[in-house]
T-cell receptor, first 112, second 117 residues
Framework: AQTVTQSQPEMSVQEAETVTLSCTYD???????LFWYKQPPSRQMILVIR??????QNATENRFSVNFQKAAKSFSLKISDSQLGDAAMYFC?????????FGKGTRLSVIA | EPEVTQTPSHQVTQMGQEVILRCVPI?????FYWYRQILGQKVEFLVS????????KSEIFDDQFSVERPDGSNFTLKIRSTKLEDSAMYFC???????????????FGNGTRLTVT
């Protein structure tokens, strides 16, 4: 069965600093996508970034980037120049034989 | 930008009552989903819907649950006889981006908070 593991229940970062959120996954698929979703206090689910497994280049979206290590099945999210609005739950997700499977999430706090 | 809309934003119901949660997916999307998030826990897959029928469902999606696409725009989740443990945030999602594949990024609605008392 597809599994997604986020080993950091909570993280904190100083405003303007960089933080990395970890995610590992297990899949038997050879071609797949990986996603990071942000859930602010409003509880809306917002797509932050996605990575296509067959692409070697790490995805980047403005201050958000990923470190994708396919052999290690690792997919971490790096947030640069952290802002107060980045405070949220962050969920890593991956499709497998079923629709998206989510990790348990990492709660990110940003300290002013 | 088109978005998935869900109504109501908050529903309070008594145990044993039926509830219908409503969703309007993005108009050109072909796959539709319901997910559930119990407070403080992870987002869990309930059911996917494609071509007017259920394509997959999880163990959570038992006989108390049903989905329907009654017209060309709405996608509903019905819980026939609610239990206390059904209290959760329910998210509708759709995907597309033209590829209509299961790996497309999901676009989520803002969710319906269901409280069963």
């Amino acid at each position: 069965a597809q599994t997604v593991t986020q080993s950091q229940p909570e993280m904190s970062v100083q405003e303007a600093e960089t933080v990395t959120l970890s995610c590992t996954y297990d899949t038997s698929e050879s071609d797949y996508y990986l996603f990071w979703y942000k859930q602010p206090p409003s509880r809306q689910m917002i797509l932050v970034i996605r990575q296509e497994a067959y692409k070697q280049q790490n995805a980047t979206e403005n201050r958000f980037s990923v470190n994708f290590q396919k052999a290690a099945k690792s997919f971490s999210l790096k947030i640069s120049d952290s802002q107060l609005g980045d405070a949220a739950m962050y969920f890593c997700a991956s499709p497998g034989n079923t629709p998206l499977v989510f990790g348990k999430g990492t709660r990110l706090s940003v300290i002013a | 930008e088109p978005e998935v809309t869900q109504t109501p934003s908050h529903q309070v119901t008594q145990m044993g009552q039926e509830v219908i949660l409503r969703c309007v997916p993005i108009s050109n999307h072909l796959y539709f989903y319901w997910y559930r998030q119990i407070l403080g826990q992870k987002v869990e897959f309930l059911v996917s819907f494609y071509n007017n029928e259920i394509s997959e469902k999880s163990e959570i999606f038992d006989d108390q649950f049903s989905v329907e696409r009654p017209d060309g725009s709405n996608f509903t989740l019905k819980i026939r006889s609610t239990k206390l443990e059904d209290s959760a945030m329910y998210f509708c999602a759709s995907d597309g981006e033209g590829s209509a594949g299961p790996n497309s990024p999901l676009h989520f609605g803002n969710g319906t908070r269901l409280t069963v008392t």
